[in-house]
């Protein structure tokens, strides 16, 4: 019996500066191919795209959460907080919130709406490391600069 495990990934293309589909990923040779609605970009350096995945959660207009994007929710009917999602050590997603430094539940997003990523955010640009942890990739995972 042969397992397979497919994961749900997507990536920040920085040389196009925009979110594409990951269509071959081969971290021996160092490729990734890039999917857009309207042409596919192959790179020999995969410098040029930083992954993300799928957290298996949706927000309330049923868009796919994936690691990186930035959230609004409304936990306490109060006032609506602003987070991105990442992981822990035991790879389970959460909302980091924004600047409060306050983690909260996955499940928070089913009320939220996604509206935008880190990567689009000026106060990230240049910060690959930093996002990198704050995704919680691994290094020889990490795609970056």
Same mark, same amino acid.
């Given at each position: 019996?042969?397992?397979?495990?497919?994961?749900?990934?997507?990536?920040? $293309? +920085?040389?196009?500066?925009?979110?594409?589909?990951?269509? &071959?990923?081969? =971290?021996?040779?160092?490729?990734?191919?890039? *999917?857009?609605?309207?042409?596919?970009?192959?790179?020999?350096?995969?410098?040029?795209?930083?992954?993300?995945?799928?957290?298996?959660?949706? $927000? +309330?207009?049923?868009?796919?959460?994936?690691?990186?994007? &930035?959230?609004? =929710?409304?936990?306490?009917?109060?006032?609506? *907080?602003?987070?991105?999602?990442?992981?822990?050590?035991?790879?389970?997603?959460?909302?980091?919130?924004?600047?409060?430094?306050?983690?909260?539940?996955?499940?928070?997003?089913?009320?939220?709406?996604?509206?935008?990523?880190? =990567?689009?955010?000026?106060?990230?640009?240049?910060?690959?490391?930093?996002?990198?942890?704050?995704?919680?990739?691994?290094?020889?995972?990490?795609?970056?600069?």
């Amino acid at each position: 019996m042969k397992i397979s495990h497919q994961r749900n990934i997507r990536a920040w $293309d +920085k040389e196009e500066k925009r979110m594409a589909s990951v269509g &071959i990923i081969n =971290f021996m040779a160092g490729e990734v191919c890039l *999917i857009y609605e309207d042409a596919t970009f192959c790179y020999k350096d995969t410098d040029k795209a930083a992954l993300t995945e799928y957290t298996g959660r949706r $927000d +309330k207009n049923n868009t796919k959460a994936y690691m990186g994007d &930035i959230v609004e =929710f409304n936990p306490y009917r109060l006032k609506k *907080i602003k987070g991105f999602i990442t992981k822990d050590e035991y790879n389970t997603p959460y909302i980091y919130a924004i600047p409060s430094d306050k983690a909260y539940s996955i499940k928070n997003i089913e009320k939220g709406e996604i509206v935008g990523n880190i =990567f689009e955010m000026p106060e990230f640009a240049g910060e690959p490391n930093y996002v990198n942890t704050l995704l919680g990739i691994e290094k020889e995972q990490t795609l970056h600069n």
